[in-house]
C-alpha cells in the first residue's frame, strides 16, 4: 500500500485528501445535525473543495474559505428566490458575473471564481422536499460544511506538506528533462526547425515555466530545514540550468550541415540526453527512494571532449572555436548537473544566503486585494466581457432549461455552459469536445451502476467520483467530466437504488449546453490581438529591467537577487505572449495573429534572454579571464543601449548600431586565455537581439489594430 501511494502524483494525492475530506465532512455533521444536515454539508465541502489545491499549510484557509462563505451566501439567495424564475434568473446573472469578476486576481482565482456558481447549482437541486431545512437553515449547513472541510484541508496540507515538495521538484525535474531532450533533438537537427517543432518548443518552455513556479511556491515557503534547503538548492541549480539550457541554442546555427558540423551536434545532443537521463533518474530518486544516480563531472567532460576531438575538420577550420565555446559552455551544464546530486547526498547543512525572506518574492502573490479589480472595470478588459458574457449565457441557459420538455434539471443545462465557456476560444472548444464525451462516458457508466441497489457501493462510487473530478480537472477534463457525471446521476439513486436515471435528459443537456457555451464564446469575443499591446508592453518592460540587471560588472548578493527576480518576471511574460500564440490559432483567421510574425517576436525574445544569461555567466564564472578594463564600460554601454531600444516608444527612436569590422566574424576561442571578445560579441548581439525584438513586436501591432 505504501509503495502504491508513492506512486500517486500530486493530483492524485489531492483529490484523495477532497474526497476523504468531503466523506468525513458527511460523516461528521450527519452525526451530530442529522442526514438532512449532512447531505446539505456535503455541498458546501465540494464548493469549498475546489480551492484546496496543492499549496503550502499556510495558503489553504485564505483560498478555502471565500469559496465556503460565498457558497453559503449563494445557497440562501437561491433559496430566497425559489419559486420564481424572474428572481432566479437575477440571481444568476449576478452572481455568475460577480463571481467572474474575481478572475481580475489571477490563474489562483479560477476555482474560487467556479464556486459560486456550483453552488447554485447544488442549491437548484436540493429536494426541499425530502428535508425540512429552510433557506436559512441550508444555507447554515453548507457554510458549516465549507468550515468542516477546510479544517480538513489544512491538517491534511500540513500531513502531506513533505510529499507535496518533493512532487513539485519532482515535476520540475521532469519538466527540464523534456527541454533537455527538445533542446538536443533541436541541436541535432541539420536543418531549420518546423513549424510543428517550434510550437513544440514554446509549449515544453511554458510547462517549464510553470513546473518551476509551482517548485518555488511549495519549497520557498518551507521552514529552515536541513531537508528545504538542499531542496532549496536543488530549484535554484534547476533555474539556473534553465538559463544554461537557453544559452545552449546560441551559436550552434554556426556549427553548419556538413559531415564535420552534423558529427559535432551530435556529440552536443548525446551529452544533453545524458544529462537528462540523470535528472530523470533523480526524479524518481524523490518520487519513489530510488538510489541517486552515479554522476562524474570530469568524467563527462572528458567523455565529450574525446567525442568532438574525434571530428575530423577541413585543416584551419574556424569552427573549432565555436565547438570550444560549446564545449565549455555544455561543461557548465555538467558541472551544475553534478553539483545537483551531490548536494541531495550531502549530510551537513552548509548555511545559504538565500532565506525564505530573501525568496519571497520569487513565490507566487497571495491575498485578495481590491486594487487588482480597478484595471478590469471596463468593456475593454477580458476578464469584465467573461463576466458579462458568462452572465448573459447562464441566464438564458437556466429560463431555457426551465422551458423544455424535461424542466425537472434546468440547473443541468446551466451547469453545462458553466464548465464549458471559458474566457478565450481554445479553451471552449476544447472544454466542449471533452465535456460531451466524458459526460457519454459517465452516462454508460451510470447504466452499469444503475443494477446496483447497495447503497453503500453506489456512496463509495460516488465520493470516488468527487476525488477524481477533482484530481483530473485541470489536467484531463475528460476524466472530470465523466467523474462529474457519475456524481450529478448517483446521487437520485443512492436515495431511491434502482430508480430509472436521467440519462436521456442529461445528455441532452449536456450537448444544448455546449452548444450554447459555443455560441455565446462569439459575444463580447477576447480574441488575443486585444491583448496584444498589453503584452508587448509588459515583456519590453520586463526585458528592459532584465537587461538592467545582468549587464553588470561582478554584481553583488542584492544585485544578483534582481537578477534572479527581473529574470522570473521576463520568463513570466515570455510565457504569457507564448499561451497567447498557442490560443490565436484557433481563433477566426479574421482575427488571428499571424504565426511567423509573433514566432519571430518569441524567438528574437528567448534569444535576448539567452544572450543576457551567458553575459552573466561569462562575468561570473570566467572574470578571470576577461579584462575588466574593457569589459566594464562596454558592459554599461550595451545595458544602456538595450534599456533605449525596449523602453522607446517607436521604431525610429531605437538607437544606431555603430559599425562594427568583426560583426560576421566570431574570435578565437581555442587557447585563448583572454575571452573579452566573446563578451564583446555577446554584447554586440544583446543589442541587435533588442532591437529585433522591439521591430517584431511593432510589426505585429497593427495586426491588432495598434498604431506603432
Known sequence: MKKLLRRLEAAHLNGLSVALGVTATHVLVGALFGETAGLAAVGGAVCASLTDLPNPPQRVLPRVLPAAAAAAVVTLLVGLTDGSLPLTVAVIAVVTFLSLMTLAWGLRAGPLSFAPVLAMVFAMAWDRTAGAASPWEHALWVGLGGCVYAAWGRGAAVVLRHRLRELALAQALRATVQRLRSRAQRIALAVSPDEARIRASIADDVQLADALQAARDQVFAARRSPRSRRQTDLVLGLIELRD???ASRLDTELLGQDFPGRQWRAALADTLRHLADVLAALAETLVSGAPLPEVSADAWRAQLAARLADVTAPPGDSRVHVVSALQTRVGHMLDDVSAMVARQ???DNPDTPWTPERLAPFVSPEGWPLAALKPHLTLQSGVMRHALRSALALSLAYTLGAFLPWSAHPFWLMLSVAVVLRGNLEQTLSRRNERIIGTVQGCLLVLLLAHVQWVPLLSLCFIAAVGTAHAYVNRRYRVAATAATLMALLQPLMLAPGSDPAIVERLADTVIGAGLAWLFSFVLPS???AALPRLAAQLRAALARHAGNML???PG????????????????ALAALA??????RVEPESVRLPDAEIESALSHGYRLMALLGAVQLQVQRRADRLDAARAEPALTQAREACEQ???GESIAALPAEPPDADAGAWPEHVGQQDLTPWLLRRLRLCRSEARELVTALHQL????GVTP
Do not use: F, G, H, I
Not at 579 to 584: E, G, H, L
Not at 701 to 704: G, S, Y
Open 552 to 554: 553588470r560588472w561582478q
Open 244 to 246: 544554461l539550457l537557453l
Open 557 to 572: 548578493l542584492d544585485e544578483q537577487l534582481a537578477q534572479r527576480l527581473s529574470r522570473q518576471q521576463a520568463y513570466t
Open 579 to 584: 499561451a497567447a500564440a498557442q490560443r490565436t
Open 645 to 647: 531600444a525596449l523602453k
Open 345 to 347: 547526498a550531502a549530510a
Open 701 to 704: 501591432q497593427p495586426t491588432a
Open 527 to 529: 480574441w488575443e490581438r
